[in-house]
Nanobody, 124 residues
């Protein structure tokens, strides 16, 4: 089972990008899934999460109102629509999965499978 993240690129401030993360070889329907990001010299940080069955979506304060996480269980894929991008959004973005839980989890060690990361660069 692999996670494949793609859709990153270079965009000007104020622009939009859509990231995708496909789980190859397995279903996502019973998994909590999340996006994290890591900028150079910084720790990996939580961006957004979607709980299994689509029962809830959650965002960090820094992206709330600008980013939208969604999932398509039939395609075993999650998405991150990123709008009104800022230079401080520049980072490598990672998708991750964990077994379904009873609440949202925002800490990287709780996630067991990770994609390879996709670079997002926002120019000012």
């Amino acid at each position: 089972v692999q996670l494949q993240a793609y859709g990153g690129g270079l965009v000007q401030a104020g622009g939009s990008l859509r990231l995708s993360c496909a789980r190859c070889g397995g279903t996502i329907s019973l998994l909590d899934m999340a996006w994290f990001r890591q900028a150079p010299g910084r720790e990996r940080e939580f961006v957004a999460a979607t709980r299994w069955g689509g029962i809830g979506t959650y965002y960090s304060d820094s992206v709330k109102g600008r980013f939208i996480i969604s999932r398509d269980d039939a395609k075993n894929t999650i998405y991150l629509q990123m709008n009104s991008l800022k230079p401080e959004d520049t980072a490598v973005y990672y998708c991750a999965t964990k077994p379904r839980g009873t609440t949202v989890v925002r800490t990287p060690p709780s996630y067991v499978d990770w994609g390879q990361g996709t670079q997002v660069t926002v120019s000012s």
